[in-house]
Nanobody, 121 residues
Framework: QVQLVESGGGLVQPGGSLRLSCAAS????????MGWYRQAPGKKRELVAV???????NYAESVKGRFTISRDDAKNTVYLQMNSLKPEDTAVYYC???????????????WGQGTQVTVSS
């Protein structure tokens, strides 16, 4: 079982920045991929950014060049640096851990409780 706790959300003006953090209860070096997703009111949850155990990253087209995902394995924490925020970035942001790997294989899909990001003047 992997528990995830997000923090760093809040209210920010358009053009501003926020950094989200996701603290994991297990070693993220054993997790296949760590990602950030978001869900706006009335919309489906969508992938924002993901970082693999090997360090590869992938981003939604809408956030490329503005958001950066990173990981600190020593702290078992993943970050999402969000710059040049727009009102359309307003959503609940969720941290995801896909596949915790042990000696018997990789398993599980874990989610945090989410943190609200509101971009408004």
């Amino acid at each position: 079982q992997v528990q995830l706790v997000e923090s760093g959300g809040g209210l920010v003006q358009p053009g501003g920045s926020l950094r989200l953090s996701c603290a994991a209860s297990a070693s993220i070096s054993r997790i296949n991929a760590m990602g950030w997703y978001r869900q706006a009111p009335g919309k489906k949850r969508e992938l924002v950014a993901v970082v693999t155990r090997g360090g590869g990253t992938n981003y939604a087209e809408s956030v490329k060049g503005r958001f950066t995902i990173s990981r600190d394995d020593a702290k078992n924490t993943v970050y999402l640096q969000m710059n040049s925020l727009k009102p359309e970035d307003t959503a609940v942001y969720y941290c995801n851990a896909d596949g915790y790997c042990s000696g018997i294989g990789c398993y599980g899909d874990y989610w945090g409780q989410g943190t609200q990001v509101t971009v408004s003047s």
